[in-house]
C-alpha cells in the first residue's frame, strides 16, 4: 500500500501495536535506524562515520542540501549559518526575563518560549504559506541561532553575562566558546562536534515525529521545533544524559554497583542510560562515544565501562530477553562532563544538534499536503448518555 497520497482512507480503525512501534507512517530521504544491527544513517552515509570524518556544517548542509558540500559549498555555508548566529534585537532584549522566568526548569524550558519570540521576530510565516526555499531559510535561521539561544539562557541563569557567538569559529567550538566564554582546545571542541553530529538526528524518535505532526498542520517553522523541544524534554527521550550521571555519582564505588543496580530494578526502576526502543544490540552511538572517552581516560571513564559492564549482566539475568545495552545518554553524559559542559546544558546540547534534524524533517514533511491524524478508540461510558441538569445556583 503507498504511504503516502493515493493510500485510500480506512473505513475500520486500524489497530497499530502501542507506542506506534514499528508503525511506517510516512517515506523519508533522510536516514534511518536498524535496531537490530545496531547501525544508522543520515541519507546514504553511516553516522557514526560522518561523524569521525567530517564537520558538524558537512552534515547540516548534508540533511538541509541533501549532498555532501564541496570545498567552495563548505566555505559557503560555514560563513551563511555562522552569520545567522546572532540574535535579532528583540529576543536579545527579552532573553534577561525569560531566563528569571524559567530558572526553575532551566535553558531547555526557556528555549521554547526563546524560539517562538524568534519565530513572531524574523516574521516566520506557515510553511503551507511559503516557497521551499523560504522554508529553508526560517530553518536555517532558526537552526544556527538555538546554540546562541541556549548557552545565553544558561549564563543568565547563572547571573553571568552571555558571550557573543564568534563567526571565526567552527561550529562546536564556537557552541563551547558562548558558554564557558573561552575558546576551547581542539581536543574538546572535536570530541563535543563528534557528539553533536552523531545526535543530528535518529529516525522517528518522538520530537522528530512531533515536529513533522505539527508541520502536517501548516504551521510555521518556530512552532515545529518549540513541539520538537518539547517532547525531547522528557527524561524517556532527551532528558537522560544527566540523570544517567547522576547514577554513577549514587553508585559511588564499583563494589556498590551491583546491590545498587539490582535493588532499583527488583523495584521496577529503570536504569538511565539504558535501554532503547529500536536498539536490540549496542547503540552505535554509545560504542562511538565510549571509544571517545576512552581516549580521555581517567577515573569516571574506568568507573563508566564498569558500571556499563555489571548493568548489562544483571539486565541480562533480572530481565531476560529483553537486550538491554547502553544507549547514546549514557556516554554522551560521561563525554560532556569529560569537556567540562555543565549538567544542566547536556540536555540542551543534545537539542542543539538535533534541531538541524528536526529542520531537515519539517523540510522534507512540508512537501506531503497530508495532515497527520489518527485516531484513538475511546473506552468511556457508552454515549449518548443524557447531559444532567445543571445544578441550582450562580453559574461558575
Ligand atoms: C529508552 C526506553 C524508554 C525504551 O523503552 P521501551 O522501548 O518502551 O522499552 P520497554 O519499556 O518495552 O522495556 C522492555 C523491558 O525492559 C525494561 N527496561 C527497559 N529499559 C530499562 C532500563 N533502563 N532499566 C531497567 N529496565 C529496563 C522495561 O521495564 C521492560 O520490562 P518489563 O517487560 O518487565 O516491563 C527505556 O529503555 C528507558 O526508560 N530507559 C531509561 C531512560 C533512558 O535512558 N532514556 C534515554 C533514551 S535514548
Known amino acids: 500500500m503507498p504511504i503516502n497520497g493515493s493510500a ?26 536498524r535496531g537490530r544491527e545496531g547501525f544508522y544513517h543520515y541519507r546514504q552515509y553511516s553516522a557514526v562515520e560522518l561523524a569521525q570524518t567530517r564537520s558538524f556544517e558537512d552534515v547540516w548542509h548534508l540533511m538541509f542540501h541533501g549532498a555532501l558540500p564541496d570545498a567552495a559549498q563548505r566555505a559557503e555555508f560555514a560563513g551563511q549559518t555562522a552569520a545567522l548566529r546572532h540574535l535579532p534585537e528583540e529576543v536579545r532584549a527579552a532573553l534577561p526575563d525569560i531566563a528569571r522566568a524559567s530558572v526553575l526548569s532551566g535553558p531547555l524550558a526557556g528555549l521554547r518560549s526563546a524560539l517562538s519570540l524568534f519565530g513572531a521576530a524574523k516574521g516566520f510565516r506557515p510553511v503551507y504559506d511559503i516557497d521551499g526555499e523560504r522554508r529553508r531559510a526560517d530553518a536555517l535561521a532558526a537552526s544556527a541561532v538555538v546554540p546562541t539561544l541556549l548557552t545565553a539562557l544558561y549564563r543568565l541563569g547563572q547571573g553571568l553575562e552571555p558571550v557573543e557567538p564568534r ?30 553530529i552523531s545526535t543530528i538526528d ?4 518522538a520530537s522528530t515525529f512531533t515536529a513533522r505532526v505539527i508541520t502536517s498542520t501548516g504551521a510555521d517553522v518556530a512552532a515545529c521545533l518549540v513541539g520538537a523541544v518539547g517532547a525531547l524534554s522528557g527524561p524517556l ?9 547522576d ?16 535493588e532499583r530494578v527488583l523495584a521496577g526502576e529503570r536504569i538511565m542510560g539504558f535501554g532503547h526502543p529500536v536498539y536490540r544490540t549496542e547503540d552505535p552511538r554509545s560504542r562511538m562515544l565510549r571509544g571517545i572517552a576512552q581516549g ?67 523540510l522534507e514533511q512540508a512537501e506531503d499536503s497530508k495532515i497527520i491524524r489518527p485516531a484513538a478508540r475511546y473506552v468511556g461510558p457508552v454515549p449518548p448518555v443524557s447531559v444532567p441538569v445543571a445544578p441550582e445556583g450562580p453559574a461558575a
Not at 202 to 205: I, R
Not at 237 to 245: D, I, N
Not at 354 to 362: D, E, H, Q, S
Open 8 to 33: 485510500a482512507v480506512p473505513t475500520a480503525p486500524v489497530e497499530v501495536p502501542r507506542g506506534l512501534a514499528g508503525v511506517v507512517v510516512t517515506e523519508t530521504q533522510l536516514g534511518d535506524v
Open 296 to 362: 580521555f581516560g581517567g577515573e569516571l571513564v574506568e568507573f563508566a565501562v564498569e558500571v556499563e559492564r555489571q548493568v548489562e549482566l544483571i539486565l541480562a539475568e533480572l530481565k531476560p530477553g529483553r537486550e538491554l545495552h547502553t544507549n547514546v545518554e549514557f556516554y554522551a553524559g560521561v563525554v560532556m562532563e569529560l569537556c567540562g559542559l555543565p549538567r544542566e546544558m547536556f540536555t540542551p546540547t543534545f537539542a542543539s544538534a538535533r534541531v538541524v534534524g528536526w529542520g531537515a524533517n519539517i
Open 202 to 205: 535518529h529516525g522517528f524518535n
Open 237 to 245: 527521550h532527551g532528558g537522560a544524559p544527566s540523570r544517567a550521571l
Open 247 to 262: 547514577t554513577l555519582d549514587a553508585i559511588g564505588t564499583p563494589d556498590r554497583i551491583d546491590p545498587w543496580i539490582r
Open 167 to 196: 563567526d571565526d569559529l567552527p561550529y562546536a567550538a564556537n557552541y563551547l566558546y558562548m558558554l564557558t566564554g573561552s575558546q576551547p582546545g581542539a581536543e574538546r571542541a572535536r570530541a563535543v562536534e563528534q557528539y553533536l
